[in-house]
């Protein structure tokens, strides 16, 4: 292990922003016999895991696809678990993000969740909201469609009362209306769990994000997982279209 790294990495070139699909906790929790449920609360494990090797490695920005727009199809038992899981994460862990300069943002129609997340949810944005360090930012109750639906009604609004004109819009106007407008587009997107597509997760950010897909369940994603990823990454040709 060189720099007591896993792999070989680049420090100078880690991702300045990950974006991950967490999937797997239910077939986790099949593979050892326990309810679901017990599956989302060890991919809690792992978010802590995860967040504190890229704060290790220096990763700027990590974005969680939490709760997504059609997660509310689900059992209201298992919606309920998810929902609990997330306040409780909020509740106990907000003070520690302060301490350790992380600063928390969320993505997504935050408003149509369970009272007691929009409480801790709001609490913690506004407590971290200086910090300097890494940015936890979750998408909850997000779909990348409806950003985009969103940031579209808010374009015309603007075109309607003369804010804009027409000829002025570009792919630019279109970023700064999405919910993701205060964070720089994802360098890698990351999903666990064997399945190969984006589940409407910030569609309009990843047009040049590398992609990393692994067949480890998110609960069994580790240090040296995120490494593994990160390493692959950076062994890409990225060319933003262009030629090199
Ligand atoms: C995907 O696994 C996981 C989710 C839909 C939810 C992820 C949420 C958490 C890990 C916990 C709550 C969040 C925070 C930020 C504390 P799946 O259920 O789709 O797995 P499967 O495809 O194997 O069924």
Request: contains cysteine; charged residues 25%.
């Amino acid at each position: 292990m060189k720099n007591n790294l896993f792999y070989d990495i680049d420090l100078n070139r880690v991702p300045n922003h990950i974006a991950i699909i967490m999937d797997g906790n239910g077939r986790w929790a099949k593979s050892k016999f326990l309810p679901r449920t017990a599956g989302h609360k060890a991919g809690v494990e792992t978010i802590r895991t995860v967040l504190r090797e890229c704060k290790k490695l220096n990763v700027k920005h990590v974005t969680l696809y939490a709760f997504s727009t059609e997660n509310w199809k689900r059992p209201k038992l298992e919606v309920d678990t998810l929902m609990n899981l997330l306040s409780t994460y909020l509740k106990n862990e907000v003070a520690t993000l302060h301490k350790e300069n992380v600063k928390l943002t969320a993505v997504g129609d935050i408003d149509s969740l369970p009272s007691q997340c929009v409480k801790e949810l709001n609490n913690g944005i506004e407590l971290t909201k200086n910090n300097t360090g890494c940015n936890l930012n979750l998408a909850l109750n997000y779909g990348g469609r409806l950003d985009i639906k969103n940031a579209l009604v808010d374009i015309i609004k603007d075109v309607k009362v003369g804010k804009i004109n027409l000829d002025e819009i570009d792919e630019n106007t279109i970023s700064n209306h999405l919910s993701t407008k205060c964070i720089p587009d994802p360098d890698l997107v990351i999903r666990t769990s064997g399945e190969e597509r984006l589940s409407n997760f910030l569609l309009w950010e990843v047009a040049y994000a590398e992609f990393y897909f692994t067949n480890v369940h998110w609960p069994d994603f580790d240090e040296k997982e995120l490494q593994k990823a990160i390493f692959t990454y950076q062994n890409r040709d990225r060319r933003f279209g262009g030629i090199k």
